[in-house]
Structures are given as C-alpha cells and as structure tokens.
C-alpha cells in the first residue's frame, strides 16, 4: 500500500507539473521567451507574500498600536517617504538602460536575498526599518523593468494585455503557495525562519532572471516615452522623445486612483483591525488573512475577466472602476466594520486589475511599437507612486473607519473628476491632463490635428 502511495503520489504531481508547464508555454510563450518571464515574476509575487507574513509580527502588529504613532511616523519617513523620491528615477534610467534589463532583473533578487539577511538578524532593532525599505524599493524596481521587457517576449499569438493578465494570475497563484509556505515556517520556527525562505525565493528567481532569452536587450530602433506633451519642434525633434496620448494618459490618472485605494486598503486595515480588536493575535491574523484572500481573490477575478473580454471603450471601464471603488469607501465610512471592508477589497481588486487590463490595451493601441517598452516602463513608474501616496495615507491617518475612508473618498472623488476631465482635453493641474493629441505620430514628423489644445511654448 505504501509503494502504490508513493507511485500515485508521484503520477499525480507529475501530471500536475505537465499541466501548468502547458498552461505556461500556451500560444507561443514557450518559443518566445514570456514563459520564462513568467516564473521569474511568480517568485517575485511569491517573494512578496512571504515577506509580508514573515514581518506580520514585527512590522505591522509592532507598530499598529496607540502608543507608538511615533514609531509608526518613523516608519513612515524611513521606507514610504525615499520611495517617493527613489520611484521617478527608474524610469528615465531604464531609457538610457541598452543592455543589461536580465542582469538588472536579477541583481534586484541578488539584493533583496542579502537584505533579508540582515532583516533576519535585526528582527528587535532600528536596521529592520532600512532592509525593508530596500526590499521595497528593489521590488518596486522589478516590476518597472518587467513591464518594459514584456513587449520584448510578447509571442505573435497573443496581445500584451492577455500576456500581462497571464503573468499577474500565475503571480497570484504563487503568491499564495509560497505566502503559506512561508506561513507555516514563520508558525514552526518563527519569524526569521521565514526570512530565510523568502530568502531562497529570491535566490531562484535571480537565476530565472539569467535563463530570460538574450533578444531582450535588444533596443535599437526604440524611441523613450514621454509623459510630456511636446510639439514637433526642433526641440522635440532632438529630444527623440515619443509624448503619449490623450487616451494613454486618462488611463494612467484612472489607474492611479485604483492604487491609491489599494496601497490605502493594505496598509491601514491592518492598524485598524489592531486598535479595534481586542482578541488574540490569532484572531487579528485570520481577521488580516480573509482581507488579504480577499483581495487577492478580486486581482484574480480581474485579470481572468480581462484575458477573456475586449473592451471597446476602456475610458469608461476605467472610470466605473474607480467610481465601483468609491462607493465602497463610502459605505465603509458609513457603516464601519471589517465584513464591509473585506467585500471592499475584493471589489478594488478587481477594479484595479480591470483598469491595468484597459491601460494595457490602450498603450498597445495607440503607442507606436519603437515606444512601448518605454511606456510600460513609465506606466509602472506612476502606478508604483500611486501605491506608495494610497499606503502612506493608510500609515499617516488615525485607524478610525470614517475619518480614513472618508479622507480616501475625498481623494478619489477629486481622482475621478481629474480622470473625466482629462478624457475631455482638460485639467484641474495644468499640464498634466489630457490636452494632447488623441494617438501622436513619431516624434520627429507628427502633425497634430488639435494644436489648440496644446499651450503656446514661449520662444528663447
């Protein structure tokens, strides 16, 4: 009985390894490379997620009391605060970045394995603060060089915006996998145990990083993206710089307000479930871990609708997201309670994932190719600051349910309208809103078809 166990046991995880390595090199990804890119991004979910329940007990639970907002302020300046700072210069420097994105890739793992080191041995002191800030930040970087590598991989077959689902949804799945591993090691033998599993995570993916195909570091022929709207004058023309869209940049204000509400949600749901629960800590992490699952259950949901739908109008998804978004924080204003923020986390993720889907779909529509790598790359950029904004809203205010949720209600509210108005060539900031062509041409030979919706460039 033991040997016909053991047998089954082994055919069984054998099929199940076919399996997902068919669903991974489905429609061409094997050939192209998107496979491989696939699994590295998979450890860095899962890296993630292990190293948030690893810190569960030290970051969050450490510093969510009333005692110690001084501390939680601390933490503030230390990790979210250089972020801010750190985050607009990744970007640019992958513009001027002609080889070495795999190396980058995996020198962001190299990094974040060392730091978890060091996060392992100053579990109790000041040094946990910094290490956390650089694992963020090289997380954080990960994903802004991934998203300009992606067009680079994209087999003939699909579209980048079901290959972006795909990636996101295995990502997910093993975040989850690798989050409770990562469990159970920090239950068994605490916390630092976890570490240097998520450790190990880190080491794999660095080496799945190499094993991405060398045609990725190919960018001859690639012009950067600008955020700017620029005309075509000799300044432009020298400048070789690729504006983007009116339809690209009402997707990116949408698909920052959808982050916003997400880094708020993850951050200030675990301070208020600590200063409103007065149970075990067993009962504050089952109450933190149905969020999370929650969450990640509408990211999921999200990506998978995505993959399979078209949208022909994605302005107007992009905007229901954010408007399906508000009316949750409003309700949770109106009626606190942790079952309506839950159900609140489910609907921002999907919303979010829905809204990346439409952004997605519009920079391959309307970004010329030469520029797409270079649009992803500046797209992640801003949607990574808008995490960032959403999560220090989440540290900074009182973990009171409707002094948070309606101070974010504000906030989207002002978001939405900034979005509708640029979708209409207009601003509530000068010169960040949608007063630019709808689908620019190169940089160098465009006409614009709307020049009085550019403002007058002053002459030298």
Not at 241 to 246: E, I, K, L, T, V
Request: hydrophobic content about 50%.
């Amino acid at each position: 009985m033991t040997r016909v166990a053991a047998w089954r046991t082994r055919q069984l995880a054998g099929n199940a390894v076919a399996l997902f390595r068919r669903a991974t090199t489905a429609d061409g990804a094997g050939r192209s490379g998107l496979s491989r890119l696939t699994y590295a991004t998979m450890m860095n979910y899962g890296a993630d997620a292990a190293i948030a329940v690893a810190l569960a007990n030290t970051l969050f639970f450490a510093a969510a009391t009333a005692e110690s907002r001084s501390n939680v302020a601390l933490y503030l300046l230390i990790t979210v605060a250089p972020f801010a700072v750190v985050a607009p210069v990744i970007g640019p420097l992958l513009d001027r970045l002609q080889r070495g994105r795999r190396a980058a890739m995996a020198v962001s793992f190299g990094g974040r394995a060392l730091l978890l080191v060091v996060l392992a041995m100053h579990l109790d002191d000041w040094l946990l603060y910094p290490a956390a800030l650089g694992f963020m930040v090289l997380s954080k970087s990960y994903n802004v060089v991934k998203a300009a590598v992606t067009p680079r991989v994209l087999p003939p077959e699909i579209t980048l915006v079901k290959s972006n689902s795909r990636i996101s949804v295995f990502g997910l799945a093993a975040g989850g996998l690798i989050g409770g591993v990562a469990a159970g090691f920090a239950a068994l033998l605490g916390s630092a145990a976890a570490l240097y599993f998520t450790m190990v995570v880190c080491l794999a993916g660095a080496v799945l990083c190499l094993r991405i195909p060398t045609w990725v570091e190919r960018t001859e022929g690639e012009t950067p993206a600008s955020l700017r709207a620029e005309r075509t004058d000799e300044v432009a023309a020298a400048r070789r710089r690729q504006p983007m869209g009116r339809h690209v940049v009402v997707a990116l204000w949408g698909n920052g307000c959808t982050r916003l509400l997400t880094g708020f949600l993850t951050l200030f749901i675990a301070f208020v479930v600590k200063a409103n629960t007065e149970g075990s800590p067993g009962e504050q992490a089952l109450l933190l871990g149905a969020f999370g699952a929650a969450g990640g259950a509408g990211s999921f949901l999200g990506n998978t609708i995505g993959a399979r739908l078209h949208f022909g109008k994605p302005d107007q998804v992009i905007i229901g997201c954010i408007a399906a978004g508000l009316t949750m924080a409003v309700m949770v204003a109106l009626v606190p309670g942790i079952t309506v923020a839950t159900v609140t986390a489910l609907v921002a993720g999907t919303g979010s994932a829905l809204a990346k889907v439409c952004l997605d779909s519009v920079i391959q529509r309307d970004m010329p190719e030469a520029s797409r790598a270079s649009a992803f790359g500046r797209s992640e950029t801003v949607l990574q600051l808008a995490w960032v904004f959403g999560g220090a809203m989440g540290i900074l205010l009182p973990p009171t349910y409707w002094i948070g949720f309606g101070s974010l209600s504000l906030v989207l509210v002002l978001g939405m309208a900034q979005t509708a108005l640029a979708r209409r060539g207009s601003s509530l900031l000068p010169g960040l809103g949608g007063n630019r062509p709808l689908r620019p041409g190169p940089p160098a030979t465009r006409e614009f078809s709307t020049v009085r919706d550019l403002p007058p460039r002053p002459r030298p």
